[in-house]
């Protein structure tokens, strides 16, 4: 009898400590927004755009001064943020190209298997939505084959889902906007559908509550999920990724007043970035409310540079930085980074050394204490040791492909090589972030051994994407 109460008691606390280990697990929430330059900030500089919510962020947090996207562009940088890989090693090379294939482990997999409930909230990107209707804007790979690149986030472990396929206006995402060039663009007719949808599920879209500003449309369906999820006392991952920037820009009327005093394109991109900006508050403001904000990792980033200005309504700011959205210069990777985490950060921190988005992977479940998986390789790292101040330094190189591979980049803590069919370029991008002054005649040694390196790193990538087209 003894021996089986001791058991019993054995089993008891056993399941007491599995139950108050899962209230720990921090919750997790990667914000992400579309084609908003480093310099869109209140608190990089910008001399107009108002973004309150994300400087008191970075005031409270971490602010990663040199944080990248993993590409220049959209869809890469997206699939490096579930795989702690870069996206070149499946096949996501470029917009709407490639899906986060069958054979990766997305984080949503990771988490679920702890206990987490999983939801995706607004772009997805990484796959079609439906294999006959869904994006009528399709374009790249996704055109010609949409039932190859049939991924739904439904189908990788996200279990609620509120998502497009690519892009919609940042106002009224569901109506067409007509034209949004010249000084005088035409007046949207509310019953032309853009033709893309919102998707909750196989086959089921949904029109209600989309009409206004499109990061509120999102995060109405966010803040649900979160909701529940803390009823339930679920730890939760919630990937939101807004639409904003990205064109079509429409600034609804309530923002654009604000900047009245500003040309008209100008009016509506510095408006959706604030109302934006606006939910961001409204998402903290809620998790205090629920009583899980300082148990909650918020992460805050964009998916590369602003587009070039000349694009409609496209006044982004690199920050003073050179190139844009689809470069490899620092202005088209560089990007706004932001972490809260309350239990674990006391204090404000700045954190210099070179991140990218390859690295939340392998961050978040440094976290949660789960080894890496040792059949693939990560090109992310865990960035613990520098989000807690025990270290300053990256300490290992960050490879970028771009263009199919053509143009390539190897960056370490200080230096940061450009390789392009035309020539080699060497940066101390700390003294340099601007990228005036080539090095690679000056610094010979480094230079040959960062081109051996970036050579055995970029020759294990196109292994990989080799084999996904094959």
């Given at each position: 009898m003894t021996t089986r109460i001791v058991s019993l008691l054995g089993v008891l606390f056993t399941l007491a400590f599995t139950q108050a280990f899962s209230v720990?697990?921090?919750?997790?929430?990667?914000?992400?927004?579309?084609?908003?330059?480093?310099?869109?900030?209140?608190?990089n500089g910008h001399p107009h755009i108002k973004t309150p919510h994300l400087d008191r962020m970075s005031r409270e947090g971490v602010t990663f001064t040199r944080f990248y996207s993993a590409a220049a562009m959209c869809s890469p940088t997206r699939g490096s943020c579930y795989t702690g890989r870069n996206p070149y090693r499946f096949g996501v090379t470029f917009a709407m190209k490639g899906?986060?294939?069958?054979?990766?482990?997305?984080?949503?997999?990771?988490?679920k298997k702890e206990g987490y409930t999983t939801g995706h909230f607004g772009k997805w990107h990484l796959g079609t939505l439906s294999k006959k209707k869904g994006d009528q804007k399709r374009w790249g790979g996704f055109a010609g084959n949409p039932a190859r690149y049939y991924c739904p986030p439904w189908e990788r472990d996200v279990d609620v889902c509120f998502v497009t396929e690519s892009k919609v206006p940042t106002w009224d995402p569901l109506i067409d906007p007509g034209s949004i060039k010249g000084k005088n663009?035409?007046?949207?007719?509310?019953?032309?559908p853009y033709g893309n949808d919102y998707f909750v599920g196989p086959g089921k879209t949904v029109t209600e509550n989309t009409r206004g500003d499109d990061s509120r449309v999102i995060m109405d369906r966010a803040l649900p999920f979160i909701q529940g999820a803390v009823k339930k006392e679920q730890p939760f991952l919630a990937v939101i990724w807004f639409h904003t920037p990205h064109s079509p820009v429409v600034g609804g009327p309530k923002h654009r007043n604000r900047y009245a005093d500003k040309p008209e394109p100008a009016?509506?991109?510095?408006?959706?970035?604030?109302?934006?900006?606006?939910?961001?508050?409204?998402?903290?403001?809620?998790?205090k409310k629920l009583g899980v904000?300082?148990?909650?990792?918020?992460?805050?980033?964009?998916?590369?540079?602003?587009?070039?200005?000349?694009?409609?309504?496209?006044?982004?700011?690199?920050?003073?930085?050179?190139?844009?959205?689809?470069?490899?210069?620092?202005g088209g990777i560089r990007v706004p980074g932001l972490l809260v985490w309350?239990?674990?950060?006391?204090?404000?921190?700045?954190?210099a050394a070179p991140c990218v988005t390859s690295d939340y992977f392998p961050t978040i479940l440094d976290v949660l204490g789960i080894p890496l998986r040792k059949d693939r390789v990560y090109d992310g790292i865990s960035l613990l040791p520098l989000i807690l101040g025990e270290r300053q330094t990256r300490g290992r190189s960050i490879g970028f492909l771009n263009?199919?591979?053509?143009?390539?980049?190897?960056m370490g803590d200080r230096h940061k090589m450009i390789v392009t069919s035309k020539r080699i370029q060497l940066f101390d991008i700390p003294k340099d972030p601007h990228e005036k002054e080539d090095l690679s005649s000056k610094l010979p040694d480094l230079k040959n051994r960062m081109e051996s390196e970036l050579a055995e790193w970029k020759a294990g990538v196109m292994k990989e994407l080799n084999a996904v087209k094959n």
């Open positions: 720990q697990k921090p919750n997790v929430i990667l914000c992400m927004t579309d084609d908003q330059g480093w310099g869109d900030t209140g608190y899906m986060l294939e069958a054979t990766e482990l997305p984080l949503s997999t990771v988490l663009p035409a007046t949207p007719d509310p019953n032309k009016q509506h991109y510095y408006a959706c970035i604030t109302a934006m900006d606006e939910q961001v508050g409204r998402l903290r403001a809620e998790l904000s300082d148990n909650t990792m918020l992460w805050f980033c964009s998916d590369n540079g602003p587009a070039r200005q000349g694009s409609p309504r496209h006044v982004g700011s690199n920050g003073g930085l050179s190139g844009h959205k689809l470069s490899i210069q620092e309350p239990n674990r950060l006391k204090k404000p921190r700045t954190v263009k199919n591979g053509a143009e390539a980049v190897w």
